[in-house]
């Protein structure tokens, strides 16, 4: 087993870069077929989903578009909670069969906070993927139309995901080391 070491964590091999691509060659192969003369928009979540979004639209042979965002959230009144608001996003959604696309669902809080901002703009579909998903750590359940790979509720890295910064440039993925579990 291979071992990286990020500020003060133990990070062991989980995904070879081998596993991934080939998942994530399968995953657009199902998306070839999904939206064969359709022309989706993708909208990549940064900056996790980075590396994700670019090898899969490589395996694209449908004519597709792509564009990249950054979710920000803030505290809003006690009345509404946390806001999410998306920064860059510039395309017309309207009528659009939109795909989303993240590195990871966690609780699902993020997403599920802004999807209504992209339902408001009335796409004409919109369908989420992520390559990996922590099953057991739902606590905000949105609809997940493909998932690379579901994994356990333990902190991963590599492959666009950072632990405090580092770790994005890694081919791999690698789970945070039993020794470090808090
Ligand atoms: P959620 O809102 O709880 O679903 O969390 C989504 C975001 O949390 C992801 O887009 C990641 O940025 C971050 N995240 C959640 N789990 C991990 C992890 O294991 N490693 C790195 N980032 C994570």
Redesign the pocket.
Known sequence: MTTVKLHDKTFDTYLSSETIQQKVAELAGILNKEYADRRPLFIA?LN?SFMFASDLFKHLTIDAEISFIKLASYRGTKSTGRIITAIGLEDDLFDRDVVIL??????????HEFLPKLHHQQPKSLKIVTLLH?AEATQFPIPIDHVGFSIPDK???GYG??YDGLGRNLKEIYQLAEKDIE
Do not use: A, N, S
């Open positions: 979540i996790g993240e590195d990871i669902v966690d609780t699902g809080r993020t997403l922590k902190f991963v890295v995901l950072d």
